[in-house]
């Protein structure tokens, strides 16, 4: 069966590989299908070629297969269906040369190609993005199998191992240290010591001492190493220990050309011209012998100068002190001068040097020893015989190698003490958990002339492969039985028989040791017991044809030809006890201590063999040629095969891929002679003999489905669905076997299948092809054929018109035309009236109907209106009832507390009105008092009058006699009398115009204060007016309320309309009292003109006229110029202004006065009759006032016993509760009881659940009412106001409910006995009641609660009427005894998730801003400072102990950025008061300024965003690629693709279970979700979703880059369509302008990349334009890691990257592949000031901070 499935695939189309001398294989393709007994195989190359390629007809050996297209460039090669040599070299080659990958998984090998080129491929970035992934996720590299060793030794505890192995100049070095510094990083250690950084400067070290040039490598290792790296519990590094093995000693005294010595000499004499190296004496390195016979000492691209400093930077890294160093340079510096000392011959058998030898002076000057005795023990050497010892001279050539011999010990001993301190530095004080091993050694090696240092290698790589090869059959088997499939034994070469021909008893090496202790021995003797013991005895020993002297083994890999010369010398390793001893007597310690007898150190005679790096050192010298080279170095091997089988190895083959050493050049010979030295090919044909080919049902199923058909797919369990489709596409059972999670094939099945598969598709697209040719040739030849009938017809048309074309014709056929028009109009006419007639009779029973139906519809709608309408109306009247019965209290209340508030304020007025009364009338009394007296001394001016009058009679007489006198003395004074008259006039006019003066100044005043007084009553009227409004206002509110509290409203009323006219008395008293000052004027001025008048009559004549005016201006003075005015006629004026006689002027002062008598009568008339209205009208007030009294005392009695029954009805309130609880127990146990009753219950169970209700209500707008209770001053005003309101409605009820229960106290007990038994029987209701009971202790403390607040606000004010608002300041004071519960409370123990759904954004950071306000406020510098450092400290705290939870981190983050801009919004500082308020600009800090301390919180803000973001990344990563790159997000478009073994086994079902883009969504929207509830502000929500989308494209682009498997054209499509899904959410939030979509501008490129055609050169230009944002490399490793995923995809051509890469070579955009993911973007806080008043805010009591009073 198996060779009929080989016929089958030896077909057309195929390809095979046959042998070809240059390149071993090479690729042909079958022109025809093979047929079993032919003996050729027709074939066509790819150049074109036809070739007929011999088959034996009888064995059938043919040609190996060529794997599918699909299968080429595979990670593993396990994978490829037929795995055979010339399979392996081309996906080798293929990776290597057109992918540039040079990583590959061979099984459990991971096969590293060195590509001569720096790659950009170990960067940090690399190293993180392998961290944590399972081996086979990601590309093959040296960081998988590093990570697979780390993962394995952390979850199983068990020691791992690394073996690199390779020839030289492979990079075995290179992958070895890549391995350590992969440990160092991902495995950081706590410590100071720097552990890590000491591990990877070991490397550097031993490089210098141990690599070198040769013509294969420029850094070749020429010894072997094992570095164990050891792991606490905690799997971080605290140490190492490292073994060596072989040193090539030899390099120190021998190189040849075009190679060098060890790197540190080169160091060394690069950096002579240091001061510090002037004592050591050298030169350049072509001056010294031991260093220049390869010739050219320079390695281009090397500067041994800088790398010796890197080499002293290392050295004291590790501890090695600069004396130190100095000693170690010394015995170096020492050795080359040792390669230049002169040798010369004296005679035949003897020789000697020069004691002038200036390099032997400097040689013994370096080390501290004679010169004489160096000079003569390197002459001379001491043979001990039996009986006495001999000093024997040298010849020239046994002096000279004892000298090289002297030279290779000495840096024998220098590189063990070198490793030795290396392990001191790497030694840790702790317990070694676990450890991991690196094992660097050199591979298979054969050269033209091959001597005892190859024979020791290839045995170690014999014992190597056969360990290997043991581990490789122990994970198959362990795999078989994972997957319950029969262990069979597979046959493969075992290389123990080679094993036993090297190290078994009488082995070569016990024979060769053999040889070494004989004094007389030889190789030629060793030669000879070889050939007699193995030759033609044992298979693997062969003598050779041309050489005497050489011997034959056939190793694993190949067969070696050994020279036998050197194998004794070399395997002795001898040096004479002469130098020894002079040595030993050196005074430089470092150098003494190498050849003590009783040595410490871990080296032996060979240094180079180093066992363990703390054992005993070594024997003394005369003992030591028991110990052979050879022993040791079979000790040591031992050792380490123990070590190894210890650990889980992991295997890494280096491969050199040519000898020239050019980048990425793959020869094929070289690379397959490595291939089969290395086991590579062995692993290959093992794996092929089993089941190599393995696939996930999963798997299986998505490739291979074309293949089944309907009725395999209708079952439902895929993994039988697989079993069955197996059962018919391969008949031979033994092809395949079913495993648990796995179909396991042998060589060749999947290849069979592909070919199924390609044959199906190929067969599909055949069809495919087949119909839509035919649909295209069937439509163009029906297309034709049409136009073809056309034509015929006109043409047929044409020639029938020509023919019968006659008049006859003409008129019969347009007669016909004619009779048939009419006949068809009148039968379409006929059929249309028909169709008319039933068309309309359709209609109107359709439209009846319809019409019918949408009526029945419409009223169904009407009813169902007027239902809803009523229902809808009934709900809401009951609403609104109870809403509006509720409002009503509620403002029933307020306005009575409005109105006793008023009352108040009236009864204080009415007092003070009282008081001003009483004044008042005392005033009057006293000004009757004074009234009285006036008149009395009126009357006594009347009788001076009188008296005054009987004189001015005398004294007429007299004047009559004297006229005559004055006649005459007229005319004498006529004279003067003309010139007093000019007088007289010019002081007329004076006085004139002082009166006129003196009345424009009067009036002006008048006219002032007139107008003072019109707005005083104007005011006065405004206020009365805005007076009677108010009260207006209030009755018609008053009116509203219920009837109880009518008369109360009338009462007020009343009291108002009396208090209104008492006002106005008032005002009418205040305007009369102001008569009263006028009235003493008046009577000042009477005294003064009766004063006046005596002195007047005192005086001579000529003096009266000056009286006259005198008393006139007093008159004026005393009169306002107005009422003067009018009380004075014009003639008066007239009198009063002339000057003349002087009985004019006594007229004039009797009218005068007259009128003043009038005046003053009429005035004190009218006074008294004022004052008589007044004193009635105080009479009525204090009537009015006691009835007022006696009013607000019988209020202030109602008042107080409405607080009486508030207090009653409030603790009859406690006892509602329970008994609404018992009343619906009753009512849900009792339905067998008496109507009545029930009846009772139920209507007890309404009233009492709108109460439950109401409360419920209320509890619910608790936490509003308490905000708004506390925005606003009068809290306990409120609160009361609801008690009162729900009290005074229940009151009425709880009446009821009381009398009801006492009516049926009988009932109620036969009840209570019956709930009892109802209770036993009904225990599932309990919780319920719990419930139940809980809300009801939360209503009893809450009116607990309330009745103490009322309790307090009554002891606080005295009184209801007089609450006074306050007015908070917006701050918080804080004790300095209660920081530590603030920040307890606040800040430790405050739980975002409970609190913050109900709570205004960045209320704890407004809290703490308020407890600094108060603290600025009052001045306290050490409050303050006490008060930031504690809060800072505390979110510090809180942050540090909850790094990992997401929502503290994004709750804080979010206040200490509000804290932050509270800070700066209330600093004062201009640039940050511009949108503040007026209110907020008074509140801003007064005493200090917090810049300092902004700056700190801002730094805090920052590490809290590293953490917040530093979260999300953590719990966001392991989504990302599972969500964005494997999973299918569009079903069907990826096609599954063997995988190898190094991909984890995972089943149907696991698959299905991974992460998914809606997962990464949906994390997305949690995170947006909770910044939003934490009031995050929305320039932060976006830069926080920035970085997350930042490193969603970080880290599938790495992944890309790093996953071949992902580098497809579907994949491109998935992942362009995941990048939909991403910007979709944006929109969604509305985050479009985060600059998030423009994080994922290169992963978006790349996608494109996937997909677009990558054929032509308008392809490599649009390439270049349009991938801007990805660096040349990441386009290159993009390309070159494109795969098709399926046979029809074009494979890219090599040429294609090279036109893009010589396109993109313009760019300086860096040689950077991975994008580093944990790079973060600078945050920026954004200044946005808060518009919450400080002094509105509210302090949810869940915050437990009662002990902050608010100021």
């Known amino acids: ?240 220990n490292m073994r060596t093995y072989l040193l090539e000693k030899s390099r120190v005294v021998f190189q040849t050309e075009n190679e060098r010595n060890y790197h540190i000499f080169y160091q060394l004499c690069a950096s002579a011209d240091q001061p510090k190296f002037k004592n050591l004496k050298l030169a350049a390195a072509e001056n010294f012998s031991y260093v220049n016979m390869g010739g050219n000492s320079i390695i281009d691209g090397v500067n041994d100068q800088k790398d010796f400093f890197e080499t002293q930077k290392t050295f004291l890294l590790l501890g090695l002190k600069e004396d130190i160093q100095m000693d170690i340079f010394k015995v170096m510096a020492g050795i080359l001068h040792l390669g230049n000392v002169g040798i010369r011959a004296v005679g035949d058998d003897k020789s000697s040097v020069n004691h002038d030898d200036h390099h032997l002076k400097v040689f013994c000057e370096l080390l501290e020893v004679k010169p004489q005795a160096m000079a003569y023990g390197l002459c001379h050497r001491k043979i001990a015989t039996a009986s006495d010892t001999v000093i024997k001279p040298m010849t020239k050539v046994q002096a000279i190698n004892a000298k090289d011999a002297l030279a290779k010990h000495i840096y024998a001993h220098l590189f063990s003490y070198i490793v030795d301190n290396i392990n001191k530095a790497l030694q840790f004080s702790g317990k070694q958990h676990t450890f991991i091993g690196v094992l660097d ?230 690379v397959v002679q490595q291939l089969r030295a290395c086991g590579v090919l062995e692993t290959i044909r093992i794996s092929a003999q089993s089941y190599p080919s393995r696939w996930t049902y999963f798997e299986f199923f998505s490739r291979y489905r074309i293949l089944m058909s309907q009725q395999d797919l209708a079952i439902n369990n895929k993994k039988q669905i697989c079993k069955e489709v197996l059962k018919c596409l391969i008949q031979d059972p033994n092809q395949y076997h079913f495993g648990k999670t796995k179909i396991f094939f042998r060589a060749g099945q999947v290849a069979y299948l592909e070919k199924l598969r390609a044959d199906k598709l190929r067969a599909a697209s055949v069809t495919i092809q087949k119909n839509l040719r035919c649909w295209i040739q069937r439509k163009k030849f029906l297309e034709m054929k049409q136009a073809a009938i056309v034509i015929q017809q006109y043409v047929r048309g044409q020639r029938a018109v020509r023919r019968v074309l006659t008049a006859t014709t003409l008129k019969e056929a347009w007669a016909t035309v004619i009779i048939q028009k009419h006949w068809r109009r009148f039968l379409v006419s006929r059929l249309y009236q028909l169709i008319l007639v039933a068309t309309i009779t359709i209609q109107s029973h359709t439209r009846g109907w319809l019409a019918r139906r949408r009526y029945k519809e419409m009223v169904q709608d009407q009813k169902a209106l007027i239902i809803q309408k009523h229902v809808r109306a009934w709900l809401v009247r009951r609403r609104y009832q109870s809403i509006r019965r509720f409002v009503l209290n509620i403002q029933l209340t307020f306005r009575v507390k409005q109105l006793h508030k008023k009352l108040d304020e009236q009864n204080k007025e009415n007092k003070g009105l009282l008081e001003r009364l009483t004044h008042l009338s005392t005033i009057h009394s006293a000004d009757t008092g004074r009234f009285q007296k006036l008149e009395d001394e009126f009357q006594k001016a009347l009788t001076q009058k009188k008296f005054i009058e009987e004189q001015v009679k005398k004294s007429k007489g007299e004047t009559e006699q004297t006229l005559s006198e004055i006649r005459k003395q007229t005319l004498s004074l006529q004279a003067q009398n003309q010139k007093l008259e000019k007088r007289h006039q010019e002081q007329t006019q004076e006085m004139k115009e002082k009166m006129t003066k003196i009345t424009q100044q009067h009036l002006g005043d008048l006219e002032r204060e007139e107008r003072q007084r019109r707005k005083i009553e104007n005011n006065f009227q405004i206020q009365k007016e805005d007076y009677e409004k108010q009260i207006e206002a209030l009755i018609d509110e008053v009116n509203h309320l219920r009837e109880e509290r009518i008369q109360l409203q009338e009462q007020i009323q009343g009291e108002y309309l009396v208090n209104d006219s008492l006002r106005k008395d008032i005002a009418q008293l205040t305007n009369e009292a102001l008569i009263i000052p006028k009235l003493k004027g008046d009577v000042a001025t009477l005294e003064m003109k009766r004063q006046d008048l005596e002195m007047c009559m005192q005086k001579q004549r000529k003096e009266m006229r000056e009286k006259v005016e005198e008393v006139t201006k007093q008159l004026l003075g005393g009169l306002e110029g107005e009422e003067l005015r009018k009380r004075l006629s014009p003639e008066d004026m007239e009198q009063l202004n002339e000057d003349g006689e002087l009985w004019l002027a006594y007229e004039g002062l009797k009218r005068a006065t007259r009128v003043m008598e009038s005046h003053i009568q009429t005035q004190k008339e009218s006074y008294e009759k004022e004052i008589e209205e007044l004193s009635l009208r105080i009479d009525n007030l204090c009537e009015e006032t006691t009835q007022l009294q006696q009013k607000l005392q019988a209020e202030n009695n109602t008042n107080e016993d409405i607080r009486q029954d508030l207090t009653r009805l409030a603790n009859e309130n406690m006892v509602i509760p329970e008994l609404k609880l018992q009343i619906l127990e009753l009512h849900k146990q009792k339905q067998d009881i008496e109507t009545h009753l029930q009846g009772q219950a139920v209507k007890m169970k309404e009233k009492m659940e709108e109460v439950t209700d109401q409360l419920q209500g209320n509890l619910e707008e608790e936490g509003f009412q308490r905000r708004l209770l506390e925005s606003q001053k009068d809290n306990c005003a409120k609160v009361n106001v609801e008690l009162l309101a729900n009290v005074r409605k229940l009151q009425n009820e709880n009446d009821q409910l009381l009398n009801r229960t006492q009516n049926d106290s009988a009932a109620s007990n036969k009840i209570q006995h019956e709930a009892s038994q109802l209770t036993m029987d009904n225990l599932d209701l309990e919780e319920q009641v719990d419930q139940k009971e809980k809300q009801i202790r939360k209503l009893q403390d809450q009116i607990k609660s309330f009745t103490k607040t009322i309790e307090k606000v009554n002891q606080t004010n005295g009184n209801l009427n007089q609450i006074v608002k306050k007015e908070y300041l917006g701050m918080l004071e804080c004790k300095t005894e209660d920081e530590e519960k603030l920040i307890k409370n606040l800040i430790l123990d405050l739980k975002p998730r409970g609190v913050v759904v109900n709570m205004l954004p960045g209320l704890p950071a407004n809290i703490l801003f308020m407890c600094v306000r108060y603290a600025d406020d009052i001045n306290d510098a050490e409050m303050l400072k006490s008060l930031m450092n504690s809060l800072l400290g505390g979110i510090k705290e809180v942050t540090k102990n909850h790094n990992q939870d997401f929502e503290i981190l994004s709750f804080w983050f979010s206040n200490s950025v509000h804290f932050l801009n509270c800070l700066k919004q209330y600093s004062g500082e201009e640039e940050f008061m511009k949108h503040n308020t007026p209110l907020q600009n008074k509140q801003c800090l007064k005493n200090f300024d917090l810049s300092e301390y902004r700056q700190i919180l801002s730094d805090l803000a920052i590490h809290i965003h590293q953490q917040f973001i530093q979260v999300m990344e953590d719990d966001l990563q392991p989504m990302i690629v599972p969500g964005m790159l494997e999973h299918e997000s569009l079903q069907g478009i990826s096609s599954m693709k063997p995988t190898g073994l190094r991909k984890r086994s995972s089943s149907f079902l696991e698959e299905m279970d991974q992460y998914t883009i809606s997962s990464i969504l949906q994390q997305l929207s949690y995170y947006f979700t909770t910044m939003c509830q934490h009031g995050m502000d929305t320039e932060l929500i976006k830069q926080s979703v920035r970085q997350l989308f930042f490193l969603i494209g970080a880290i599938t682009l790495n992944n890309l880059f790093l996953r071949k498997d992902m580098c497809s054209c579907r994949k491109g499509m998935q992942i362009r369509c995941n990048i939909s899904y991403l910007e979709e959410w944006l929109k969604d939030k509305n985050m479009q302008n985060s600059n998030a979509k423009e994080t994922l501008e290169p992963l978006s490129q790349a996608a494109w990349l996937l997909q677009v055609n990558k054929t032509t050169d308008d392809d490599v230009k649009e390439i270049c334009e349009r991938c801007s944002s990805l660096t040349a490399v990441q386009i290159v490793k993009i390309l070159n890691s494109y795969t098709p995923i399926d046979d029809f995809e074009k494979r890219l051509a090599p040429s294609f990257v090279r036109k893009v890469q010589s396109q993109l070579n313009s760019r300086e955009d860096g040689s950077t592949l991975i994008i580093d993911a944990k790079y973060h973007f600078q945050v920026t806080f954004p200044y946005n000031p808060s518009s919450q008043a400080l002094e509105m805010i509210q302090i949810p009591s869940s915050f437990k901070l009662n002990f902050l009073t608010r100021i």
Request: glycine share 4%; hydrophobic share 35%.
């Open 1 to 240: 069966m198996k060779n009929m499935v080989l016929f089958t695939l030896v077909s057309q189309y195929n390809s095979v590989w046959i042998p070809d001398p240059d390149q071993v294989w090479q690729s042909a393709e079958i022109t025809k299908d093979y047929k079993k007994g032919c003996d050729v195989l027709l074939l066509q190359l790819e150049d074109g070629t036809e070739l007929e390629f011999p088959v034996d007809p009888i064995k059938t050996r043919l040609p190996p297969l060529r794997n599918p297209d699909i299968l080429v460039g595979e990670n593993d090669l396990t994978a490829l269906s037929y795995l055979h040599e010339p399979a392996v070299m081309h996906n080798l080659k293929v990776r290597f040369v057109d992918s540039k990958l040079i990583y590959t998984y061979c099984g459990i090998i991971l096969v590293a190609i060195n590509p001569y080129k720096e790659v950009p491929i170990y960067g940090d970035a690399i190293i993180h993005a392998y961290s944590g992934q399972n081996m086979g996720d990601m590309d093959p590299h040296i960081f998988a199998v590093a990570e697979e060793a780390y993962k394995q030794m952390a979850r199983k505890n068990r020691n791992q191992s690394i073996i690199v192995s390779g020839e030289s100049g492979a990079g075995k070095t290179v992958s070895a240290r890549y391995a350590m510094r992969y440990f160092a990083t991902v495995s950081k250690s706590s410590s100071k010591a720097c552990v890590e950084d000491k591990v990877l400067a070991s490397n550097p070290i031993t490089e210098a001492i141990g690599n070198a040039k040769t013509t294969r490598n420029d850094n070749s290792s020429r010894f072997g190493k094992y570095t164990g790296i050891s792991f606490d519990n905690r799997y971080r590094i605290i140490g190492a």
């Open 441 to 670: 050694i050199y591979g298979f090696e054969t050269f033209d002339v091959n001597s005892f240092e190859q024979f020791c290698i290839n045995y170690a790589n014999e014992k190597l492969q056969q360990q290997f090869n043991l581990h490789v059959f122990k994970l198959e088997q362990d795999e078989y039985m994972k997957e319950d499939i029969p262990w069979t034994l597979i046959e493969f070469n075992d290389n123990q028989p080679c094993i036993d021909l090297i190290e078994a008893k009488m082995g070569i090496l016990e024979l060769l040791d053999e040889e070494c202790l004989l004094p007389q021995g030889t190789e030629e003797n060793w030669l000879q017991k070889l050939q007699n013991n193995y030759l033609n005895k044992n298979p693997l020993f062969e003598k050779p044809r041309m050489l005497s002297k050489a011997f034959i083994i056939l190793h694993f890999a190949d067969k070696v030809q050994y020279e036998c010369e050197g194998f004794l010398e070399k395997n002795r390793d001898t040096l004479y006890e002469e130098l020894i001893n002079v040595l030993k007597k050196s005074k430089l310690n470092l150098l003494a201590d190498f050849f003590q007898d009783n040595e410490s150190s871990t080296g032996s005679l060979n240094a180079s063999i180093k066992v363990r790096p703390a054992r005993p050192g070594f024997k003394p010298f005369n003992k030591q040629h028991r110990t052979t080279v050879g022993s040791k170095f079979r000790s040591s091997l031992h050792l380490l095969m123990e070590t190894l089988n210890a650990t889980t190895p992991h295997y890494v083959r280096c491969i050199k891929p040519n000898d020239l050493k050019l980048p990425f050049e793959y020869d094929s010979k070289r």
